[in-house]
C-alpha cells in the first residue's frame, strides 16, 4: 500500500507542477508514458508467468530506472508481481530514491536558478 500511495502522490505532484507551475510538458508526459508502459510490461510478464510462456526479462522491466517506476510500483501492488524477489525490489526502490531525487534537484535548480 505503501508503494502505490507513493507513485500515485507522485504522479498527481508532476500534473499539479504542469498545470500550475510550468512544468514542461515532456516531463509529464514521460513520466506517464513510461509509467504506463512498465505497467503494460509487468502486466504481460504476470500473464505470460501464469501460463508457462516466454518471460519479459528483468532488464526490461528496469525501465522504471527511466522513470517508469510510478508504473511499477501501481503494477507490483495490481498483479501481485515481483513482489518477493529482494533484489529485484531493491534495485527497483534505489531507481525510485536516485529517480525522484534528480527530479527535485532539477525543480529546486529551476525554482532557485542554480
Given at each position: 500500500?505503501?508503494?502505490?500511495?507513493?507513485?500515485?502522490?507522485?504522479?498527481?505532484?508532476?500534473?499539479?507542477?504542469?498545470?500550475?507551475?510550468?512544468?514542461?510538458?515532456?516531463?509529464?508526459?514521460?513520466?506517464?508514458?513510461?509509467?504506463?508502459?512498465?505497467?503494460?510490461?509487468?502486466?504481460?510478464?504476470?500473464?505470460?508467468?501464469?501460463?508457462?510462456?516466454?518471460?519479459?526479462?528483468?532488464?526490461?522491466?528496469?525501465?522504471?530506472?527511466?522513470?517508469?517506476?510510478?508504473?511499477?510500483?501501481?503494477?507490483?501492488?495490481?498483479?501481485?508481481?515481483?513482489?518477493?524477489k529482494r533484489p529485484f525490489i531493491f534495485v527497483l526502490w534505489l531507481g525510485v530514491i536516485?529517480?525522484?531525487?534528480?527530479?527535485?534537484?532539477?525543480?529546486?535548480?529551476?525554482?532557485?536558478?542554480?
Amino acid at each position: 500500500m505503501f508503494s502505490k500511495i507513493i507513485a500515485i502522490l507522485f504522479l498527481l505532484v508532476i500534473t499539479f507542477l504542469f498545470f500550475n507551475k510550468g512544468l514542461h510538458r515532456l516531463i509529464l508526459f514521460g513520466y506517464f508514458t513510461l509509467s504506463l508502459l512498465t505497467f503494460v510490461l509487468y502486466a504481460i510478464d504476470k500473464r505470460n508467468a501464469i501460463k508457462g510462456r516466454w518471460r519479459v526479462s528483468e532488464k526490461t522491466l528496469q525501465i522504471s530506472l527511466l522513470g517508469g517506476w510510478p508504473g511499477a510500483l501501481l503494477a507490483q501492488q495490481a498483479f501481485r508481481h515481483k513482489t518477493q524477489k529482494r533484489p529485484f525490489i531493491f534495485v527497483l526502490w534505489l531507481g525510485v530514491i536516485i529517480n525522484a531525487g534528480v527530479f527535485a534537484y532539477f525543480l529546486y535548480s529551476v525554482v532557485f536558478g542554480l
